[in-house]
């Protein structure tokens, strides 16, 4: 399993932006997929944006799309999150997970097709 610590969380306030860091102890190249979910209090782990590590080929929750940005930095084991535009609802803990044994059949970015996970860093949106 991979090693993910995760970094970049805080207080903010609506309207602002955040940048999440997930630094990996393998290569990409050595996962099936990449990314990053949220859990809120009360509410299930949910993905939020992954990258499958063979295309390229990027998720990105219908809550989240043309808010938040997914990349990687290859030469660094690091995966970002860009979250502008932040609403108190995006208030969680994030977490950083990637997919290490292939896929299962379902949606390759569901939650349990990911087995490493981060500890997670806490976002918090409030005035």
């Known amino acids: 399993q991979a090693q993910l610590v995760e970094s970049g969380g805080g207080l903010v306030q609506p309207g602002g932006s955040l940048r999440l860091s997930c630094a990996a102890s393998g290569m990409f190249w050595d996962y099936y997929a990449i990314g990053w979910f949220r859990q809120a209090p009360g509410k299930e782990r949910e993905a939020v944006s992954c990258i499958r590590t063979s295309d390229g080929i990027t998720y990105y929750s219908d809550s989240v799309k043309g808010r938040f940005t997914i990349s990687r930095d290859d030469a660094k084991n690091t995966l970002y999150l860009q979250m502008n535009s932040l609403k108190p609802e995006d208030t969680a803990a994030y977490y950083c997970?990637?997919?290490?044994?292939?896929?299962?059949?379902?949606?390759?970015?569901?939650?349990?097709?990911?087995?490493?996970w981060g500890q997670g860093t806490q976002v918090t949106v409030s005035s």
């Open positions: 997970a990637c997919a290490t044994r292939g896929f299962y059949s379902g949606n390759w970015y569901a939650r349990r097709q990911y087995d490493s």
